[in-house]
């Protein structure tokens, strides 16, 4: 390894000054793909025909990268890590991967995801589990699981990711990156593979945040196929970072983040919690003013069953296209309704047809005000409070999840005896609300990294990314690469 | 008969054909052309794609809204209707559902019945997106998703039909509103009109008004052409009498039926718990949109004089008959060319005899529309004024229309080809006749003895001219001549 674990701005400085070329980098990327590949399983597919590019003063230029494989990519198979997708080759490419490419990006490889984005542990996709490049016991989270596991292992300084509940941010926190998804509609989600509309967003992960800052700026833009997107051609976040946040207010949720909340808790959970405290203890020594805040227990609890409701409505007919007629393995029958059944039970996991049965019960006509409207309720409910937290604040700070990343053999899992819930899936507010949102490591819990998160209001993700990074700069773990801990 | 009440309530499905686009999607809109040409990732579904509403086509729709009278909602909002089937690639269709507002709700329309102003209310008008079409053979199917995606504009009524007569002239109405507003070719040969009806027969001594005392609600899927409709009505009315007269209406269940076109009859589908559920929601791909009244208002103003207008400034200001004005605005290509005919200085009078006789029996007789036949409103102005000026004669000037069509040549051109011009200029025929008249003197004293001598003498002149002498000029000159002497 010697190139494929630095910054981006430290490859672009090399390649600029001639001490690399784009083509040794990308020889450097694959190989360490197809390591990684043998490994940890991250990937659906390796491009190994990928050719080198002009380097030019945009920093991505000539630079290898990941896409998830739920980006539609023209010519290059894009499976949504789904047997129903399994030989699908795309004829157009999504909106932001163009942009990447446009900037001179070179993708490397495709990442393994939980089928379509649905699920967060990395192990449903159609190519097997993700294992973490840091504990290969324990898994990537995900549903970005490839991407995030590539990045830690230093396959390359960047993947793109998706996120629809925390798909970015967790798979981030366990690997000990960062994983950002700035505010809805910044990036296109044309040629994304749909899993919740409203909820998907799309976005970045590295080794640190002025990397993802400059992805971002890259795959960004408004676009006539996505009528969700804004212009934001105003909006230079790498250029807006200068760690300035002496002004700054963040708070802190007591309700997710008081020890006492957790009166059983294991000792990973409470060093997770007292990491996070001394990240705080960071801020305040940055200038910025920190103060704990209380939301309602009730609201909060709420959560996740919100995201429940209305993710699998969304999927249910999202996934609807997905009938082995057009595209896809078609299925054998006398009938279409029988091609279209036998297709989508061979195709799909359990999991996802799990969610689909869910997704359908709460349409129907009968239950649809008691669930659907009631969780489209709460939801705004939810938004609206963090709304007025970012009237007085800057971002809301909070741990990832309950500590570091989760044993794949769940048998083995010591589960926390106390209500952990919202701290486990806080982070889908960032997506009810469309918020920017973006997880950076903060220290190590049984010698695995674990991670925090920084969410701000809509539209403000130079601000986001400017305290994330100004806290980035105090800490230990930017740029860190993973090292298998057993 | 007579003991019955019918209702009938209809839902008329209407393509916007008149915008270049489809409605969430940049494929073409175009029935015509190869099948499966304009098509877009979007309309067969692939992963990824995200519907981008038409401006245009919701302009169009909000502009039927208005001329129904409907009420347009604050928002814009479009819902997915779930369901699976083979000419719908996303699995689901882009509509709108009552709830939250379509693009109109609430309005009425008047229309007229065998001459009698009769209203209609309606529930609502909303935009959404066509299914492809499939044909069905006996062992196999064929799917054109052309039409996948053609914006549609689907019209939901109140029963207030009582007949299939009245059912019929509100959808020719309708059919007229979207044609004159630019909203659409509205022909149901192109199917670009389909309906569904709704029937049910109720004892005529109760109160209509009350809705318990309705009958059982059947509704009739997919008729596609408006004898399609009367026929359905008629045949369900029969058949819903039938069963009220042999004591089985009771047992009749609230369901829906097809009708069937080969048979003439309607044909039982599924019953009220076989209903689907359509497990709407809003659209997440589409932003929520703020109606802003001004658009509203722009809209309002830009809509076009519709037939009724124009029939009225027919009736009152060309001094035309109310059954010649009717006529004249049933089809807007055809209102289109007569005042266009009037633009360019034809007396409103002359030209719509020409309209309703000659060119519509022309045109009905061989199945055309206007624009297939040779003939331009210019064309027609020009052969009147060959009329008036008397050039030709009314007699020769229908010959003249048949040859423009067949020799596709200008009045004109076809005047001279034939040699037909008239002789219309006295010092052209005064001298001619004088010469006459002076080689026949003996037959002047028989006309001062009371003998019709006159047709002798036009006689004389037609064959001197070959026919080209305009009739009522030498006719005049005659008499004029004779009564010098």
């Known amino acids: 390894m010697k190139y494929m674990t630095k910054s981006i701005e430290e490859l672009h400085a ?54 998830k494989d739920n980006y539609s990519t023209k010519g290059i198979l894009s499976t949504g890590s789904s047997n129903t997708l399994k030989d699908y080759v795309p004829f157009f490419t999504a909106t932001s991967i163009e942009n990447l490419e446009k900037a001179g990006a ?257 349409l129907q006509a009968d239950n649809k005000d008691r669930y659907f409207h009631n969780a489209q309720r709460v939801r705004r409910l939810l938004v609206d409070t963090w709304n007025k937290l970012f009237e007085k604040y800057d971002a809301v700070i909070l741990p990832v999840g309950s500590g570091p990343a989760k044993l794949l053999d769940g048998s083995k899992t010591v589960l926390e005896e106390d209500d952990t819930t919202a701290l486990e899936e806080h982070l889908q507010i960032g997506n009810f609300g469309g918020f920017p949102s973006i997880t950076i490591p903060d220290g190590f819990v049984s010698n695995l990294p674990v991670g925090l998160n920084i969410t701000g209001k809509c539209y403000d993700d130079a601000n986001v990314l400017n305290i994330a990074y100004a806290l980035e700069s105090v800490m230990d773990y930017k740029d860190q690469i993973a090292k298998e801990v057993k | 008969m007579d003991k019955y009440k019918v209702l ?166 309708m059919r007229r509103i979207y044609q004159y507003a630019g909203i659409s070719e509205a022909d149901s040969r192109k199917g670009q009109v389909r309906c569904d009806v709704n029937v049910s027969i109720m004892d005529k001594d109760l109160d209509e008004t009350k809705e318990e005392n309705w009958g059982t609600k059947v509704e009739i899927k997919n008729v596609n052409s408006f004898s399609g409709v009367r026929d359905a009505i008629n045949y369900e009315i029969e058949r819903q009498i039938e069963a009220k007269e042999n004591g089985t209406y009771d047992e009749m269940e609230q369901q829906t039926r097809r009708w069937d076109e080969a048979s003439m009859t309607t044909i039982y589908m599924r019953g009220k718990v076989d209903a689907i559920d359509y497990k709407y929601f809003v659209e997440p791909n589409i932003p929520k949109f703020k109606l802003a009244e001004s658009w509203v208002e722009e809209i309002r103003k830009s809509i076009p004089v519709l037939a009724n207008e124009r029939k009225h400034t027919y009736i009152e200001e060309y001094g035309l008959s109310n059954y010649d004005a009717t006529i004249l605005v049933k089809e807007k290509s055809i209102s289109d060319f007569y005042e266009e005919t009037i633009k360019l200085g034809a007396d409103p009078k002359t030209s719509s005899n020409w309209m309703t006789t000659v060119i519509l029996g022309h045109l009905n007789k061989y199945e055309l529309e206007i624009k297939d036949i040779y003939l331009t409103p210019e064309y027609l102005v020009e052969l009147i004024n060959l009329v008036e000026k008397g050039d030709i004669s009314s007699k020769q000037s229908k010959e003249v229309f048949y040859k423009i069509l067949e020799d596709k040549k200008s009045p004109s051109e076809i005047v001279k080809s034939l040699g037909m011009k008239q002789i219309g200029d006295e010092d052209t025929l005064r001298p001619m006749i004088v010469k006459i008249i002076e080689e026949h003197l003996d037959l002047i004293e028989e006309y001062r003895k009371g003998r019709n001598v006159f047709d002798f003498f036009v006689g004389q002149v037609m064959k001197q001219t070959r026919g080209q002498a305009n009739p009522s000029l030498t006719a005049k000159i005659i008499k004029e001549e004779i009564d010098k002497r």
Not at chain 1, 23 to 33: G, H, P, Q
Not at chain 2, 120 to 146: F, P, Q, V
């Open chain 1, 14 to 67: 090399l390649l600029k000054e001639g001490k690399v070329t784009s083509k040794e980098l990308i020889k450097e990327s694959l190989e360490r793909s197809h390591e990684v590949q043998e490994k940890y399983n991250a990937f659906v597919t390796i491009l190994d025909d990928a050719k080198e590019v002009e380097v030019t003063d945009n920093l991505l230029s000539g630079i290898p990268y990941g896409i």
């Open chain 1, 106 to 362: 070179v993708a490397v490889n495709k990442t393994v995801l939980d089928e379509f984005g649905m699920g967060g542990t990395g192990t449903t996709g159609h190519t097997g589990t993700v294992l973490n490049p840091w504990d290969k016991e324990r898994m990537c989270a995900g549903s970005s699981a490839g991407s995030a596991c590539a990045v830690a292992a230093g396959v390359y300084p960047y993947a793109t990711g998706s996120d629809t509940g925390d798909s970015i941010r967790k798979p981030a926190a366990y690997c000990g990156i960062v994983g950002y998804k700035p505010t809805y509609g910044m990036i296109s989600r044309y040629g994304l593979f749909p899993f919740a509309s409203s909820l998907d967003h799309a976005g970045v992960l590295s080794r640190n945040v002025k990397d993802a800052a400059i992805v971002i700026d890259n795959m960004k833009g408004i676009d006539k196929n996505d009528m969700t997107t804004w212009d934001s051609k105003d909006v230079h976040l790498y250029e807006s970072i200068d760690g300035k946040v002496e002004d700054k207010k963040l708070c802190y949720i007591k309700e997710i983040c008081d020890i006492e909340n957790y009166p059983n808790a294991s000792l990973e959970l409470k060093e997770h919690l007292e990491n996070f405290n001394k990240a705080l203890e960071k801020c305040k020594k940055l200038g910025m003013e920190v103060e704990e805040v209380s939301v309602d227990k009730t609201l909060l609890n709420a959560l996740a069953s919100v995201y429940v409701v209305i993710s699998c409505a969304e999927a249910t007919s999202n996934m609807s296209n997905l009938t082995g007629i057009i595209f896809g393995p078609r299925g054998e029958g006398d009938n279409y309704i029988d091609m279209m059944k036998n297709y989508r039970t061979a195709g799909f996991s359990p999991l996802i047809k799990r969610r689909f049965v869910i997704g359908s019960y709460v």
């Open chain 2, 8 to 173: 009938i309530g209809l839902e008329m499905h209407c393509e916007i054909s008149e915008t270049n686009t489809k409605v969430f999607s940049s494929a073409e809109n175009s029935y015509k052309d190869e099948p499966n040409s304009n098509v877009r990732p979007v309309d067969l579904g692939f992963p990824g794609t995200l519907p981008v509403v038409n401006k245009e086509a919701v302009k169009k729709a909000l502009m039927a809204s208005i001329i129904l009278n409907c009420k347009q909602p604050e928002f814009i909002y479009f819902e997915r209707k779930n369901y699976y089937y083979p000419d719908l690639p996303k699995g689901f269709q882009i509509t709108q559902e009552t709830k939250p507002a379509p693009v109109g709700i609430y309005g009425e329309l008047e229309y007229e019945c065998n001459g009698e102003m009769k209203k209609a209310r309606i529930n609502n008008i909303h935009l959404e997106e066509d299914a492809a079409s499939t044909d069905h053979y006996s062992r196999y199917s064929t799917i054109d998703y052309n039409r996948a995606g053609v914006p549609l504009l689907e019209l939901v009524t109140y029963p207030d039909f009582r007949s299939a007569d009245e059912a019929v002239a509100f959808l020719e109405t």
